[in-house]
């Protein structure tokens, strides 16, 4: 059984542009989950979608956003990006919405020059 | 903001020995704790989880411990391997949808 996937596995852009990051979940898994990964810090809830709708997100400003699909795969833009938008942005996936572990991809590393 | 802390950032043990991590977690209301260990170039990985109504579980070469009243989270590893070398997150249920995850423990295991 496939993993959780994302890409692209790195992505380098220049202030201002704008990033967008793919995540597909295991299958059967509906909820979706995105975390931000500072260099040396923990993960920072970003935001969580769970069949096709945003059900919350995390202390980010509104440049963040995203989406999931019908298939439950989900995108995450950032707008107006800015330095210190470099980090290891994470996806995970679970069953459902309740208390279990999540299952995380490899993540995509997003570099802002 | 909401955070779970770790008591130490790194830790160096040598091969074969025993590794103990901990965690101090914030929210008295959750009941849910999960340890993940996150290889480099990798995301976190699932090795341990425990609910509130537990002190203790077990599984292959790790045992997570829980302590409500200080509120307070370790996992122990026996025989520690050179595979272990990792970095170590406990992250807290808040009931529902939200994990919360420490700022992790760098764990160097030495031939």
């Known amino acids: 059984e496939a993993g959780v996937t994302q890409s692209p596995t790195h992505l380098i852009k220049t202030r201002g542009q704008q990033a967008t990051l793919r995540c597909s979940p295991i299958?059967?898994?509906?909820?979706v989950y995105w975390y931000q990964q500072a260099l040396g810090l923990g993960l920072q809830f970003l935001l969580w979608?769970?069949?096709?709708?945003?059900?919350n997100r995390g202390n980010f400003p509104p440049r963040f956003s995203g989406r999931q699909f019908p298939n439950y795969s989900s995108e995450l833009n950032v707008n107006a990006l800015e330095l210190e938008d470099s980090a290891l942005y994470l996806c995970a996936s679970i069953p459902g919405t309740g208390r279990e572990k999540l299952f995380f991809g490899s993540g995509t590393q997003l570099s802002v020059l | 903001g909401e955070s779970v802390g770790l008591h130490l950032p790194t830790l160096s043990v040598q091969e074969g020995d025993n590794s103990i991590i901990n965690c101090a977690y914030s929210n008295s209301a959750s009941d849910y704790f999960i340890w993940y260990k996150q290889e480099s170039g990798k995301g976190p990985q699932f090795i341990i989880d425990?609910?509130?109504?537990?002190d203790k579980r077990q599984g292959q070469r790790v045992t997570v411990l829980l302590n409500k009243t200080v509120k307070h989270l370790s996992l122990q590893i026996a025989a520690t391997q050179p595979g272990d070398s990792a970095v170590y997150f406990c992250a807290e249920n808040t009931g529902g949808f939200k994990t919360i995850f420490g700022a992790g423990t760098r764990l160097f295991v030495k031939a």
């Open positions: 979608y769970d069949e096709g709708e945003e059900r």
């Open positions: 299958s059967g898994h509906t909820s």
């Open positions: 425990i609910r509130s109504n537990m």
